[in-house]
């Protein structure tokens, strides 16, 4: 069965969903999205991802991505908050950090960004596992926080649909149909469909996806690793997801964010751990495990990879050192060279558009 649209979006995660929304909100409704996997929690790396929101960036533009993108999920969601405003502290522990902390406070003081510099004790006033002794300062910007995807991917898309457009769950895409080095149609499991203008936002997967239609999109899927505390005796009856800021630790490539009365560290300070999108698994047999069990965006934790991590966790945040690994995972999430994302239509296929290599942060501005 063959159909039309006037844009197909391929993904439907953080970045398709977005994509999606704006093309509403601007009054495009021709518009379906197609994800392989279950909408709204498809599988890809926005199901699994911590969420953390740190909008300060050394680039003007990506700062301004982000701070869209925290205005926009602070706007979604009715009977649950797609947004969660405790916001954000990067710590220094050394001389050379408290320095690049001082200059990030000074951009984000002249791009308007509300952002100030704590003491040791402040930090500690506001995140009370920290050990002052440890650190030089803290860089604070109280808008930061955590981003609920699957709630905002959800909001996004029901409001997408309420204005016309289409949304197209388990289904794969399985090829292009170009002519004269432009799009003319998607090919997928459900059938065809006829259009100029693909929108690629399929994540881990782009690679892939690109290849199908003859683009190089330069990018790479890694495995970063998270890992879930067991219970923090100081945060015994928290009754809140969080009221701790989320905690930036980059002389580690390290962060940390409170969940009830555990904690979550990711890291990224271990081995580089790549995998090619075409051996991604199907959910059937996705080795992520525990809550991620049947997710193909997550992949069997390697606690080995995690030791120094956790030893650097804990002694910035001694009272983790009383608790364990309880779920660990490492989940796949899709990098560039430098950081940045891969945005705008293809110079060799005319109507093929990617916005890849996006994270949760900028997805909001990205799809806009």
Known sequence: MSSSAHVVVLGAGVVGASVAYHLAELGRTDVVVVDKGPI?????????????AFQTDPSKMMTELARY??????????????????????????????????????????????????SP????????????????GGYFVPTDGLVKAVRGVDAMLRHAERKGVRLLGDTEVTGFDLREGRVQAVRTTAGDIVTPIVVCCAGIWGPKVGRMAGVSIPVQPLAHQYAWTTPVA??????????????????VS????????????????????????????????????????GMPSVIAFTPDDFAKPWQDACNLLPPL???KVDTGMNGLFLFTHDGAPVL?????????????????????????
């Open 40 to 52: 709204p929690a498809t599988g890809g790396s926005s199901s699994h991802a911590p969420g953390l």
């Open 69 to 118: 993108t925290v205005e926009l999920y602070m706007s979604l969601g009715r009977d649950e908050p797609a947004f969660l405003q405790v916001g954000g502290i990067e710590v220094a522990t050394t001389r050379r950090r408290w320095r690049e902390l001082q200059r990030k406070h000074g951009l984000a003081t002249s791009w308007g960004l509300d952002a100030e510099l704590l």
């Open 121 to 136: 004790d402040e930090v500690a006033a506001r995140v009370p596992l920290v050990d002052p002794e440890r650190i030089n």
């Open 234 to 251: 100081q945060l015994a009856g928290a009754d809140s997801e969080a009221t701790h800021p989320i905690l930036r630790h980059q002389d």
């Open 254 to 293: 390290m962060y940390m964010r409170q969940s009830y009365d555990t904690y979550g560290v990711g890291s990224y300070q271990h081995r580089a751990i790549p995998i090619r999108a075409e051996d991604i698994p199907p959910a059937a047999r996705a080795t992520g495990g525990g809550a991620y069990s």
């Open 321 to 323: 050192a009383d608790t």
């Open 344 to 368: 705008g239509e293809s110079r060799t296929v005319g109507g093929f558009w990617v916005a890849e290599a996006v994270w949760i942060t900028h997805s909001g501005g990205v799809g806009r």
